[in-house]
């Protein structure tokens, strides 16, 4: 499935995109708490778009593994049983990571090792999530039933949300 929209939604991907921005940081004005800013980015966004099945971050772990390699550990979600830990490198979280770049994947069977959570998920977007001073605090994970659910618009709308509810001074 890709996007699908409602009576009471813009029938533009973008546009519910840009809309469901202004309510999440309506509902985010003056809270600091960065768990409650996940959850709340999570569920929204989860609730927003029907394409979305597994919706949410994994955080960058504040310790390093005993051989000093960066990880990620599962933080707020909507959906399945998530992995809890992944590897900076490993499969397309890790990946976006390693590289601070949004991984926009088609078919996640074709995704040297990606790491199959829920057998279900058939194509999948991460972006990095970076803090005000411009450090990797996590990455956003959103992943779809149906192959090539996500395209350039999701990109987008994705990437400039997390920056204005992360970055934002
Ligand atoms: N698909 C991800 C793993 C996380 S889950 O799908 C929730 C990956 O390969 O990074």
């Known amino acids: 499935m890709s996007y699908v929209a409602r009576d009471d939604r813009p029938a533009d991907k973008a546009d519910r995109y ?10 985010l004005d003056g809270e600091p708490n960065l768990t409650a800013r996940m959850a709340t980015v999570a569920s929204m966004l ?3 778009f029907d394409h979305y099945f597994w919706t949410g971050f ?5 310790d390093k593994t005993p051989d000093g ?3 990620l550990v599962v933080g707020p ?6 992995c809890l830990r992944i590897a900076f490198g490993r499969g397309v979280c890790g990946t976006a990571a390693a590289t601070r770049q949004t991984q926009l994947v088609e078919d996640v069977h074709a995704f040297p090792g990606h790491i199959a959570c829920d057998s279900r998920s058939a194509s999948e977007i991460v972006v990095p999530v970076l803090d005000a001073s411009g450090e990797l605090i996590a990455v956003f994970d959103v992943d ?6 996500f395209d350039a618009v999701d990109q987008a709308g994705l990437e400039r949300l997390m920056a204005k509810v992360f970055a934002a001074g």
């Open 58 to 62: 994994y955080v960058v772990a504040p």
């Open 69 to 71: 390699a960066d990880e």
């Open 18 to 27: 840009a809309e469901v921005e202004a309510e999440i940081l309506a509902v």
């Open 77 to 82: 979600y909507q959906g399945t049983l998530g």
């Open 144 to 149: 779809a039933t149906t192959p090539a659910a």
């Open 46 to 48: 989860a609730d927003a």
